[in-house]
């Protein structure tokens, strides 16, 4: 059985290396309710379903509400090969929860580095490298239980914000939300000071069924982190014209009813 | 003594400093560990210091001064925890882990419930309370793919997006940039994507059209408010000028209502602003007209509110009631009145008459117009079933009166293509327990035309059309292995009687009768990054006209591919192949008047036409380095096009369809080029396009070759130098050459026509802009001089109006020569033009 099993893995390791992509079986799996806000402006954060993929030697961070959006869409582009019923299928999704569209692979596609791809505008993909970020944190005095494990504090300053994080030492993982980690264990909730952005486990699974980790470079344009840092600050100042620039169109008036903000980064990059 | 001062004084020293531990960890077999976690805790299991192993399974553990840990821990996954005395951690020690399962103490994973929509004609009840405080501007322009440019126009995937309504009406008008803010994004509750829209401008030919629109449906508020607009608009040209629109909304619970009222006589269209929304959002292009048309301008190439003289007024109203939890009724009635003036000049030179005659008419016409329209739409929306049904009436008294001097001649003008028709649709939509989807749809439409026409000699023609159409479907998605099979099994009925009498003559009538049943199966499959769409109308026709009968199977395939390479480039291909029958108005063979000089007579025979369309696109966009570059190749061929000899009967044109046919042959490709800059954000692209069009004509009953050449080339440009500065301009050439084969002594001279345009927008303090426009037409006929115009305006925005001032046509053209080369005709035409405008508008938010 363990070999067979082993065959399969390899099969669908060898397929995606193949085609030229990095993978990995996922061994375990844990979910997070997230709070996060676009802008500086809105009054209240907006939530978000995401999921951490643990594998072998890498791991992935990503929305379980857009992995199901993309699902939808690409069976409604496979059954119908139409533009206007895939322009259909947008105009009736508009607006709902589609989730956050970023995604942080990490030690892909070697040890030691972060490659966090994002979507601008549901139309653009991007992605960057970078290395594994390195954390100073600071153990602090308390206690709590998240999903039945005990877990300790830390804290520590990161990009620009005051990052909390309970982590359990029974999850000897050196993983958290979206880039956290660095800890003893497996960070199961963080939250920043100015209460912007939070992550809270809500499950914990060892996959039984095979999952994978596959990082399909050729879907993203590349892209600096402080690139695209710049392109999200261009974007929500004046989306009408960022955008216009992303397609190839001309600086042009935006209309009366745009309004500008500022966008609410998770980090900083100087 | 000492020795033991010394010894505690040692043991106290240790516990007052830092103290580092280095060493290894590794598994039973010898393998490092890489990234195992070392934690030195207190009793109470509060962790003092940590580390985790490098890439050589070293760790260097630090702990920090006056903590004293009770043990050491190290773990890994896949392996057993080792916990030990604190005091038992040497330095140089090599931590060996045992195998061992990792045990999960799982807390299920849920997914989260998603609402299924069902139907694919159901409209999702979108939450707003995820997205944005986003206004109009942003649902319309930031719908993914949609590109939108700074004149309004919008593409989605190279298709054009013709119009933005909200609840059916265009409440932006033309310019898209004028978004109304009353209305905010939280109040919309989905977006409808209308295809094969066509936005009514009917006179330029244009008749299908692959374009689609979007209609924004609102929510019904639980508050109950009033909102609305009012825009105020005075000037001074030749005469007082005048600019209103008034608009109101109110939100209910279960009532909403928008109305509106516009007016003007600075030369914007009114009448292509209220959509026809049951037949757009099937795909209708447009309801059937008659034969006769209003009489109509040399329409130049420049935006038509500078050779406009109208009087319109358009008042549009549009109320819902919710009838029950999942049904509503919606009522919308709309009345245009508009008189507008026009005075030109045209010479035209027919290609098809061997000694080329030409003719000189000077009309002095106006249309009065008057046009009214009532619709009522039930529709159900349950989880299961989609029911929808919409009723539309409309009638029109519009009129074409004055007076024309052909080649000196005076005579005098009058049309009224009165049109009368009502319209049923009823739609239905059905999901089964296993999610198979069915529609049905039914629809009726009669329209009656009876129509009057002056014609040269002095008679009056009456024609007295009765169309009637019906057309009826159903379609059904089948799982065929991996794949969907879609289905649609249709039968279309088409009864169109023509009748024309002149003047105190009898009536003489023809009845054109058309049966269509028709299978047409669609598949589509995704192999890799490919995307094949195949699909097949299989259709029986028949078709009678009189005594001519014909039957026909015809099999129209069509097959799509697209294929996204990489993340920057895409190719894609259409091929595609239709039969069209000839409707009556390609068939009846009484002689009609189409206009008071031209008679047309077909063949009285029924027939088809035969299209070969074949297209492909290559597309590379790549945001990151600002280069962006398309080039399209398209072929096209269209056989069964009926050969009319002309010929001129004393003042008469008349076109006498003879048994000849030809085929039409249209060979283009067209590219565009563009690159973004980072300096002064500028962007510039440069498109070229060239299209071949094969062609017969009948020149005294010998079949002419003829060959229409169409380049042009355009070059754009916009930046934005400072803050208070942005620049937009184009330039672009267009090229006609027309060559007659066969008998190039009747080829016609090419025509060059050149167009520059540079726009400047001035932004000198928060609120304020200043804009000026500069046109330059120039063609390469020597005798038409350069046609130049300055537009300016100044305007200044407040968050809750917005006060402008513009002036147009401050150069004071009052002609505007052109001359316009088409497959069979050649036309010189001298346009009248509005004077120098000013007009002082101010629009307000209620």
Known sequence: ?270 | MRYAILFILLLTNLSLSAQTFTGKVKGKQGELLVGASVVASTESKSTVAYCLTSDKGEYKLTIPKGKNPASITASYIGYQKKTMPFADLKDGMTITLVEGDFQLKEVKIKAERIKSSGDTLTYSVAGFRQGQDRSIADVIAKMPGLEVKADGKVEYQGKPINKFYIEGLDLMGSQYGVANQNISADKIKSVQVLENHQSVKSLRGVSFSEQAALNLVLKDDAKAVWTGAADIGLGYGDDFLYDFRLMGMRFNKKYQTLMMYKNNNIGKQLDNEVLDLAALLKGRTGSESGFLSMMSVAAPDLADNRYTFNNSHLVAGNWLWKTGKDSELRVQGNGFIDKTDMQDYSSSTYLTLTDMPVIVEEQNVSNTRSEWKGEANYQYNGSKSFIKNNLKGYIDFNKSVGTMMYNGQRTDMMVKPHKRSITEDFQMSHTTAKGNIYNVESYLTYSYLPGQLLTIGGMTERLNLGFFSTQNEMQYKLKVGRHYLNNELGMNYDYQSIGVAMDEEAEKTNVYQLLRMYWYPSMSFLFGKHRIGIKSKISYARQSYRESRSNHLWIDPAVGWNWKATVVSEFSANVGYANAPLMGRSIYDTPIFTSYRTQKVNRGKTDATHALHATAAYKYTNPVSGLFFNLRPSYNRMSGNILYESAMNGNIYTMTATDKEYAMQTIGVSGRVSKSFGWAKTLVSLGASHMVTDYCMLVSGIVNDARMNTTSVSFNYSLRPARFLSVEGKSNVNIYKQKNLTAPELSSDPTTDWEHLLKLYVFPAKGWMLSVKNELFHTNDKSIGVNHFLDLAIGYKAKRWELSVTANNLIGTSEFERRTLGNTIEWYSITRLRPREVLAKWCLDL
């Open chain 1, 1 to 270: 059985m363990k070999t067979l099993f082993g065959i399969l893995a390899y099969c669908i390791v060898a397929t995606c290396v193949y085609s030229q992509e990095v993978a990995d079986t996922v061994s375990v799996r844990v979910q997070y309710y997230a709070l996060y806000k676009h802008t500086q402006e809105q009054k209240e954060a907006y939530d978000d379903i995401n999921l951490l993929d643990i594998g072998r030697h890498s791991s992935r961070f990503y929305s379980q509400r857009f992995e199901r959006f993309l699902h939808l869409r690409d069976s409604v582009k496979s059954v119908n090969t139409d533009p206007m019923s895939y322009l259909q299928f947008l105009a009736n999704t508009f607006g709902s929860k589609k989730g956050r569209e970023y995604e942080v692979y990490k030690h892909i596609p070697q040890r030691g580095t972060l490659t966090y791809t994002d979507v601008v505008h549901n139309d653009f993909s991007f992605c960057y490298e970078e290395s594994i970020p390195t954390f100073s944190w600071e153990l602090a005095e308390g206690d709590t239980i998240i999903i039945g494990y005990p877990c300790h504090k830390a804290v520590c300053q990161f990009r620009g914000r005051t990052w909390t994080a309970w982590y359990s030492l029974d999850l000897p993982f050196d993983n958290g939300p979206w880039k956290l980690g660095g800890l003893p264990g497996l960070i199961l909730a963080a939250s920043e000071s100015r209460h912007e952005f939070s992550f809270v486990a809500t499950g914990i699974e060892q996959m039984r069924q095979t999952a994978t980790i596959c990082f399909y470079p050729k879907r993203y344009l590349r892209s600096t982190p402080a690139k695209f840092q710049r392109l999200l600050e261009d974007y929500w100042k004046d989306q009408w014209n960022t955008t216009n620039r992303l397609q190839g169109s001309g600086y042009s008036e935006p209309p009366k009813a745009q309004r500008s903000f500022n966008a609410c980064l998770m980090e900083k990059y100087e």
